[in-house]
């Protein structure tokens, strides 16, 4: 079964301070993996989206995650964050298994709350 | 484009009354998945319809919690008594193929059982 873990639950930073989400996830085949986001009062947009090739994906909004296969890991990153970047973001992964992709799992989610 | 659309947005009920979610996907989108997020914790998988079959339903909580989705458009999901703990946000997401697209979510219903 795929697992995704997010450990940060709620991080503070101010205006301008770089940001770096963790994000390990769970799974013995083939991935793909996903940073999701939800502003206040919005649904669920698809922030980016790694299937293969460059490791480094860049995303909306001047967001970036690297995909490390050695450390099972996905990690969200802004080099400066505004304080329209005040949302709650989640990691998730689709595995792929010899039946076709399994279904998306989330992880708990980090909320980032920017101080102007 | 039309988004994946549901309703209502909120919804109070008390333990032991039914209540019914209704999600109209993007037109066209074959795959139709209902999600929810329980306090605090992660989005957890409910089901997925192909059309109008179910695919995979491993996720729903008990039966309790029947979905439909007739014709292969819009989706419902009725939760007949409900309960304390039936109480989040249910999503429901559609895509066009299944594999490592992404999905499109609407903005959910907040469901509270009272």
């Known amino acids: 079964a795929q697992s995704v873990s997010q450990h940060n639950h709620h991080v503070i930073l101010s205006e301008a301070a770089s940001l770096e989400l963790g994000c390990n996830y769970s799974?013995?085949?083939?991935?793909?993996l996903f940073w999701y986001v939800q502003y206040p009062g919005q649904h669920l947009q698809l922030l980016l989206k790694y299937f293969s090739g460059d490791p480094l994906v860049k995303g909306i909004k001047g967001f970036e995650a690297e995909f490390i296969k050695s450390k099972f890991s996905f990690n969200l990153r802004k080099p400066s964050v505004q304080w329209s970047d005040t949302a709650e973001y989640f990691c998730a992964v689709n595995g792929r298994n010899s039946g076709g992709y399994q279904k998306v799992t989330f992880g708990t989610g980090t909320k980032l709350q920017v101080i102007p | 484009e039309a988004g994946v659309t549901q309703f209502p947005s909120h919804s109070v009920i008390e333990k032991g009354q039914t209540v019914t979610l209704r999600c109209d996907p993007i037109s066209g989108h074959d795959n139709l998945y209902w999600y929810r997020r329980v306090m605090g914790k992660e989005i957890k998988f409910l089901l997925h319809?192909?059309?109008?079959?179910?695919?995979?339903e491993s996720g729903m909580p008990n039966n309790r919690f029947l979905a439909e989705r007739t014709g292969g458009t819009y989706s419902t999901l009725k939760v007949q008594p409900a309960e304390l703990e039936d109480s989040g946000v249910y999503f429901c997401a559609s895509s066009q193929f299944q594999g490592p697209y992404g999905y499109t979510f609407g903005s959910g219903t907040r469901l509270t059982v009272v």
């Open positions: 319809f192909v059309k109008e079959s179910k695919q995979d």
């Open positions: 799974y013995g085949g083939t991935v793909n």
